[in-house]
């Protein structure tokens, strides 16, 4: 009796310690969640080797339980082994190595490396703990809290995350264009806010009680998206962001086609009505200011200069893009071995200096070279594939939802920097990776089985 006894206490019992294990790990996982997409990368504990940013802290917390646990450790082990995106990164991760090692920048590695831990922990954490639905329902509660203090933001000019400065050389401080404040968020830049929202705005869309994808199904929260993406003043995010509203638009389920085409009429409508009507208003002068930029952007205006653009301004930004295609012929720039992080892109092209370069693929380009640059677009475009051949396999609107805010991220990126927001990205990858992926049947169609019935039925 007493052996048995013994045995009984000496076993870890399913019944009493995992429901307390697994409940303690689904706060970690929450509070994981959140400092990774709420919390900015200026939060956390400041050290000279290696900043502790706050979602590194959860990440530590998160690691001890999975490694302190056998069953955890085989399973985080089994999404890395099986999972076919780690295999298309192997060539990424073989020219960080050796530009870490050739030019002595353990960063040129360890940032992109932790930047995929965020994202394998997420799959792991989704998969293990919240599961697809409930991961999303966390996530829009997060966009609802950022939209929000976006809004605040914009009426007190100071973002309520500059609170929270603990490590210094990340936030740059505030932005002002044509004398209006550019909100962002919690990211260092209102661009990284920019990159931030265009994840976000398919989320507005999706319905995951009827697993429906339509671009009005939280007006709510889709004008909030809006007027954050205004607030940020990049021309660059509310151009992308008309392009992925008309894809959600279009890719929205076909049932509520005639429904959106009437209501989307009428808000564009509304919307140029007001605009006009206001457009000497601080608020409607700044709205008009972003349109009539971005309209000289692409077709080489001037209708911004009403509205206090700086003329010279818009034809030096015009010539900066045009000269960053040029970098690709700097001839001190190695096209296998690239600069690494450490080291920042300061040189004369053309004869002119560039000391930042506004567009992620030519800076992967310095930092990695050619290799470097076109092996982690292969990661990207295999992502875009896969989620495409899957949309036609599945027809699933989640699959939609994240296939758009990928898509329009990356084309963002071509004129931006990515800005520490892969995390966003990441967790659109992430949720694609966890969602059922059950192929798409179509209705049977009942005329066709009646049909067959009377003519079964006249053999007779």
Not at 26 to 51: C, E, T
Not at 215 to 224: D, E, N, S, T
């Amino acid at each position: 009796m007493n052996s048995t006894t013994e045995n009984v206490n000496n076993t870890k019992s399913k019944y009493f310690k995992d429901p307390l294990e697994r409940e303690w790990f689904r706060k970690v996982g929450l509070a994981y969640m959140f400092s990774l997409y709420v919390l900015p990368q200026y939060f956390g504990i400041a050290n000279p080797l290696f900043d502790l940013t706050i979602v590194r802290i959860t990440i530590i917390v998160a690691a001890i339980f999975i490694i302190n646990d056998k069953e955890r450790t085989a399973s985080f082990k089994q999404i890395i082994v099986t999972e076919k995106m780690g295999l298309v990164l192997i060539p990424y991760f073989i020219v960080l190595f050796y530009t870490m090692v050739l030019r002595v920048d353990i960063n040129a590695f360890l940032n992109p490396f932790i930047e995929f831990l965020e994202m394998y922990l997420l799959i792991y954490i989704i998969r293990d703990t919240f599961g697809f639905k409930q991961s999303v329902k966390i996530f829009l509660g997060f966009i609802y809290l950022l939209v929000i203090l976006g809004v605040i933001e914009s009426i007190t000019s100071v973002s309520p995350f500059s609170y929270l400065v603990t490590i210094k050389g990340i936030y740059t401080g505030r932005y002002l264009r044509g004398g209006h404040y550019r909100i962002m968020g919690n990211a260092g830049h209102s661009l990284g806010y920019g990159l931030m929202l265009i994840t976000a705005l398919p989320f507005a869309a999706y319905d995951y009680e009827k697993e429906e994808l339509n671009i009005f199904r939280r007006p709510v929260l889709l004008w909030l998206l809006i007027f954050n993406i205004f607030m940020t003043g990049s021309r660059s995010t509310l151009g992308v962001a008309f392009g992925e509203i008309f894809a959600i638009f279009l890719l929205s389920d076909f049932k509520y086609i005639k429904h959106n085409t009437m209501l989307l009429l009428s808000s564009l409508t509304i919307f140029a009505f007001l605009t006009f009507v206001l457009q000497r208003t601080s608020f409607g002068s700044y709205v008009m200011l972003q349109i009539t930029s971005l309209v000289d952007s692409l077709f080489d205006t001037t209708y911004s200069v009403k509205y206090g653009a700086n003329y010279l301004q818009l034809r030096q930004s015009k010539a900066y893009r045009d000269l960053l295609k040029r970098i690709f012929h700097v001839e001190w720039l190695n096209p296998i071995l690239g600069i690494g992080r450490k080291r920042g892109f300061k040189s004369m092209v053309d004869g002119k200096r560039i000391v930042s370069i506004d567009n992620f693929y030519i800076a992967e380009y310095v930092r990695y070279a050619y290799p470097g640059m076109v092996s982690y677009i292969l990661f990207l475009v295999y992502m875009g594939l896969r989620m495409a051949y899957d949309i036609y396999k599945t027809h699933s609107a989640a699959i939609r939802m994240v296939f758009i805010g990928s898509v329009f991220y990356c084309l963002h990126l071509y004129i931006a920097d990515s800005l520490q927001t892969f995390k966003y990205l990441y967790v659109l990858f992430a949720l694609y990776l966890c969602v059922d992926k059950k192929e798409y049947v179509p209705a049977k169609d009942p005329c066709k089985y009646i049909k067959r019935g009377i003519i079964e039925y006249a053999k007779l």
